[in-house]
């Protein structure tokens, strides 16, 4: 299996090895860590940086785009970019949760319009937060004209003249260009040289100009931070660090909550709500995480899933420090399948936002990735990436760490993140469970 540590290396005396990371964990094997600083969410909520009032803002600022969104894309009649909620058959569902009551829902942003995966509703949105703020400046957004305009000559004049640049394992940069390249702006995306060729290749297609870095996607995103410091005609869209990315993923639980209302699904605290979110650097299921629990409070309580060899996140969060903690320091390689999830490095901004909130990091491994890949494309014929799967595979593991009662009248909602768009011969990669793709070509 790829995306395990030489095990040699896994358990090497590191001189600082942080203390509270499980050694199963630095092992490289796959765990459950229970979050020990999970706090009511009326005690983690207030002193957090972002409110309910600000996601709001975020989701007026999506409505007033609908009429150009739905311009640009065909394939967006409404101009909203959401996903469906689907159930699972009882049988799947049954697998999924290994003996355990409840239902199990599958929050489908594999599907989203446009890009396929759920980096699009952070960076489409920055993309538009910075493109609103040109177009005010320039004075093409006065009280009486609509946001279609934006598509105009004249807007996208404005916009050409400016660069949005970014720092992707390939998502998140394709979200970003596919919107940027549509209102007209430059685009250019660093990548690690190992993220997956064809990512790179697409994002080539619609006119991204893709530098390549010799590390990891850290360095790339760390590279592209300084090359953009301070030009005045250019946005970097901070993967690590941004606030707009943040309110863009937790508009999406607004959309949950109304799917789940339309399925007549109750949510409280008899009826509590699990949700399965694969991280790489945080920023996606931190959102959405902040989202829920400022609609839902303590009756949901949201899981990161991570690959066996970057879970980045648990080890920032098991760590307890305030100095940021690679996978690395603790022995092991950031080497897996789940392309999108290798990230040696989570977000601090979303490390401290978290913190209180989460209820659990599961670890899996990519044999698991891909086999539930496999069954859930079979069984209920969704496309997913490894990434996608991941949420699948901490289920189980998850509802037998979690002390008991169990929670027989719950409602499980497994947040799928990518893959629709994967071109046909990775998917039948993919489905083959073949290890991470060589070096770019
Ligand atoms: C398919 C997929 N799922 C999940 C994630 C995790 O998002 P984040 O890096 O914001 O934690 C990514 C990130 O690129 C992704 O591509």
Partial sequence: MDGLPDPARAEAPHQDIPRGVPLAVRRGQPTVWLNPHR???ADGLPTRAVSLADVEAALARWRR???LLARLFDELETGRIDSPLRALSEPVARRVLGGAGGTVWVKADHELPVTGCIKARGGVYEVLVYAEALAREAGLLGPRE??????????RRVF???TVAVGSTGNLGFSVGVMARALGFRVEVHMSRDAKAWKK???REIGAEVVEHAGDYGSAVAAARTGFQGRPDAHFVDDEDSLDLFLGYATAAFDLRRQLAEAGVTVDRDHPLFVYLPCGVGGAPGGVTLGLKLLFGDAVRCIFVEPVAAPCMLVQLAAGLERTVSVYDVGLDNRT???????????MLVARMVRGLIEAVATVSDDALHAWLRDLWHAAGLRLEPSAAA?????RPFLTALPPPNPARATHVVWTTGGALLPEAEFQKALRGSAAEPAAE
């Fill in 39 to 41: 706090a009511p969410t």
């Fill in 65 to 67: 785009f609908e009429p």
């Fill in 146 to 155: 609509g946001y279609a305009r934006l598509a105009e000559p004249e807007a």
């Fill in 160 to 162: 050409g003249a400016h």
């Fill in 201 to 203: 290749r697409r994002l």
């Fill in 337 to 347: 399948a789940a392309d999108g999830l290798a990230v040696a490095r989570a977000s």
């Fill in 391 to 395: 949420g699948f595979a901490a289920v």
